[in-house]
């Protein structure tokens, strides 16, 4: 079973900026779409973004051009490089492939404050 553990979340004013990794145990990471979702206090998870083990990217419109997904498959991780950020993309954040049918890591949460 694939272990995924997410981690670099934190407070941040708006404007500011975070990376979020996920390490993923396994050796079968690097052939999998691996997505990040979000999950907003008292909303369900939703998609953020996703990237195919041959770095096509793609993301929900609200956050284009502000996040941006990679992956390094020799270290099974995978990251998410948050700028702008708006108190709305507070969330608890988890990686997961795509479509997510591994079991849900702890995620990281961010908070988006003044």
């Known amino acids: 079973q694939v272990q995924l553990v997410e981690s670099g979340g934190g407070l941040v004013q708006p404007g500011g900026s975070l990376r979020l990794s996920c390490a993923a145990s396994g050796s079968i990471f690097s052939n999998n779409v691996m997505g990040w979702y979000r999950q907003a206090p008292g909303k369900q998870r939703e998609w953020v973004a996703t990237?195919?083990?041959?770095?096509?990217?793609d993301y929900r419109d609200d956050v284009k051009g502000r996040f941006t997904i990679s992956r390094d498959n020799a270290k099974n991780t995978v990251y998410l490089q948050m700028n702008s950020l708006k108190p709305e993309d507070t969330a608890v954040y988890y990686c997961?492939?795509?479509?997510?049918?591994?079991?849900w890591g702890q995620g990281t949460e961010v908070t988006v404050s003044s």
């Open positions: 990237i195919t083990r041959f770095s096509n990217k």
């Open positions: 997961n492939k795509f479509p997510s049918t591994w079991t």
